[in-house]
C-alpha cells in the first residue's frame, strides 16, 4: 500500500480509500442478513472504523493478516481477540492439529487428548484436582457457574468483570440496565433474559473490596458464587484478592478466577499463581488453544464433583481438535518461554506509546497488563481522535485498536516500525486538534464505545 506523508494534516482522501475495499462491502451485505453483523461485538467493524475497516480476512500467518483485496496488515489490534498468542496459523499447533484431522476429529469414543489435557492443567495449578472442558470462554464461564451454584446450593452470584453474554450474568443489567458498565463493555441490553433471574448477579468493582463487603452483608449466604478475573488492567491492590478469598470463606461460597483473558499470558497457566492466591475453580480460553476452540473449567475436587448432580454436556465439546491444540500449544509456551516475551513486547508497545504521545505533545493513558495493552486518548472527543488514529495507522498497513494482545510472532524490529508510524500519526492528530479538525479529517463515522444496535 502506498505511504502516505506521515506530517502533514490531510486535507485530501489518501489513496487507500479509491482502493477497492471488499471486506467493508461484504460487511455492509452481511449486516442485512445476519442479526449484529457477526458472532462477537469485537469483531464488528464499528468497534475500529466504521465504512472503512476491512472487516474479513483471506490469510493470517504470525502477525500478519491480508484482507480480501490482497492487501497486508501487521496486526496490533486484537490478535484473534487475544487467542493466537503464538501468532496465526502457527506450525507448531498447525502440525497437531492436521494430525488429528487426517486421524479424525470427531468419533463415536472421546478423545484420549482431553484427559492428558486435565493432567496437565491440574500439573500446572496443584490446588486444582479436576477438570471439564467446553469451546469458548463464555461458555465455561456459565459452565463454572453451573457447577458452583450446584455444589454451594445457592443462585446469587457476586461478580466483578466481563465473562461473556449468559443469562447468568447479563441479568446483573436486569435491575439498571448499566450495572455491568464498570465491566468492560457498556450498555449490554438484557433483552431476553428472563426478568425473574433480577437480583441474582450482583456486581461490584475491581480493587473495591468494600463493595463486596457490602454485597456479602446484605445479602449474606445466599451468594454461593463469587466470579472475577484475578488480573487485567490494573495490578490487584494489596490484600483485595486475599480479602475476597476471606470473604468467600466465611460465606461458604465457591470463588471462581476467570483467566479467559489474563491465563497464559503473564505465566503458563493462570495469572493467580503469581500473585498466591488460591480459588475453589479457574476458567480458561482464548490463548488455551493458540486459535482453536478449547475452554477449560479446572477445580477442586468437593466443588467439581457437583458437575455429576447437573446436567452439563454437549455434543462438541468432546471433539479432539481442541485439546489437542491446547495441549501443542502449552508445550511451545513451556519450551520457549512465550509468557517472557509477551510481556516484553507487551512492554514495548506500551512504553512506544508513552513516548509517541509525548513527543508529539498528546495526552493518552496506557493500562493493562503489558500483553494486554490499553490505549486511551485523554481529550473530550476521544473517540474520535481513537478513530482517527484507527484510520491512519490502517493507512500505514497496520490493524490497530483501543488495545494490543501482544503476540510472540511480534520482534523488536516490527515493535520498533510499529512505534515509529504511531509516532507520526500522534503528531498529525495533535495538528488536527490543534487545528480543530480532528472530525472533519475522518473519512467515516466515529467508532462505537461499546454494545450498540446496528442500523
Ligand atoms: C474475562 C473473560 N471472560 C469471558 C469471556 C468470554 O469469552 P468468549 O468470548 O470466548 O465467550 C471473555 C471475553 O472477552 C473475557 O475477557
Keep these: 500500500m502506498k505511504q502516505l506523508n506521515p506530517t502533514a494534516v490531510m486535507t485530501e482522501p489518501p489513496s487507500s480509500i479509491r482502493f477497492q475495499n471488499t471486506g467493508a462491502a461484504l460487511w455492509e451485505k452481511a449486516k442485512t442478513i445476519i442479526p449484529g453483523g457477526n458472532q462477537l461485538l469485537s469483531k464488528r467493524a464499528e468497534m475500529f472504523l466504521p465504512g472503512q475497516w476491512p472487516a474479513y ?6 502477525c500478519r493478516v491480508w484482507d480480501l483485496d490482497g492487501r497486508a496488515y501487521h496486526d496490533f489490534a486484537q490478535m484473534g481477540v487475544g487467542a493466537c498468542v503464538l501468532g496465526y496459523a502457527h506450525p507448531h499447533v498447525n502440525r497437531r492439529v492436521m494430525e488429528i484431522v487426517r486421524h479424525g476429529s470427531m468419533c463415536s469414543l472421546n478423545p484420549p487428548e ?8 491440574i500439573a500446572l495449578h496443584p490446588w486444582a484436582e479436576m477438570a471439564r472442558f467446553g469451546r469458548t470462554g463464555g461458555e465455561a464461564c456459565a459452565i463454572a457457574v453451573r457447577i458452583a451454584r450446584a455444589a454451594s446450593g445457592r443462585s446469587k452470584v457476586a461478580l466483578c468483570g466481563y465473562h461473556g453474554w449468559h443469562e447468568w450474568s447479563l441479568s446483573a443489567n436486569l435491575q439498571t440496565g448499566s450495572n455491568l458498565d464498570q465491566h468492560l463493555l457498556s450498555g449490554l441490553d438484557p433483552k431476553g433474559v428472563p426478568a425473574e433471574l433480577a437480583g441474582t448477579a450482583l456486581p461490584f468493582r475491581y480493587n473495591q473490596l468494600e463493595e463486596l463487603e457490602a454485597l456479602a452483608k446484605r445479602h449474606g449466604r445466599e451468594i454461593g458464587v463469587i466470579i472475577m478475573e484475578p488480573i487485567r488492567s490494573v495490578d490487584p491492590a494489596p490484600g483485595f484478592l486475599e480479602g475476597v478469598r476471606k470473604i468467600a470463606d466465611r460465606l461458604g461460597a465457591v470463588l471462581i478466577f476467570d483467566e479467559v483473558s489474563a491465563g497464559f499470558r503473564l505465566n503458563v497457566g493462570g495469572a493467580h499463581l503469581l500473585h498466591g492466591v488460591t480459588p475453589d ?5 482464548k490463548a488455551l488453544g493458540n486459535g482453536y476452540p478449547i475452554a477449560a473449567i479446572i477445580g477442586k475436587r468437593s466443588v467439581m464433583n457437583a458437575a455429576q448432580d447437573s446436567f452439563i454436556s454437549s455434543t462438541f465439546w468432546t471433539e479432539r481438535i481442541g ?13 520457549n518461554d512465550v509468557p517472557d516475551a509477551l510481556v516484553r ?3 514495548r508497545i506500551m512504553e ?4 509517541a504521545a509525548a513527543d508529539a505533545g498528546l495526552k493518552i493513558q496506557v493500562s493493562g497488563i503489558p500483553p494486554l495493552a490499553r490505549l486511551a486518548f485523554e ?15 490502517l493507512d500505514r498497513s497496520y490493524l490497530v485498536g483501543a488495545a494490543v494482545y501482544a503476540t510472540y510472532a511480534y520482534s523488536n524490529t516490527i515493535i520498533d516500525r510499529f512505534t515509529a508510524d504511531t509516532t507520526k500519526v500522534f503528531r498529525s492528530i495533535k495538528q488536527a486538534v490543534d487545528a480543530g479538525t480532528v472530525r472533519a479529517q475522518l473519512r467515516g463515522p466515529v467508532k462505537h464505545a461499546g454494545f450498540a444496535r446496528l442500523s
Design 352 to 355: 512506544g506509546w508513552q513516548h
Design 114 to 121: 482431553e484427559v492428558a489435557l486435565a493432567e496437565k492443567l
Design 281 to 285: 475453580m479457574a476458567v480458561f480460553g
Design 345 to 347: 513486547y507487551g512492554r
Design 379 to 393: 481529550h473530550p472527543d476521544a473517540l474520535a481522535l481513537q478513530t482517527l488514529y484507527t484510520q491512519e495507522m
Design 57 to 62: 480476512y483471506s490469510r493470517a500467518r504470525g
Design 323 to 335: 485439546p489437542a491444540a491446547a495441549l501443542a500449544t502449552i508445550e511451545f509456551m513451556e519450551k
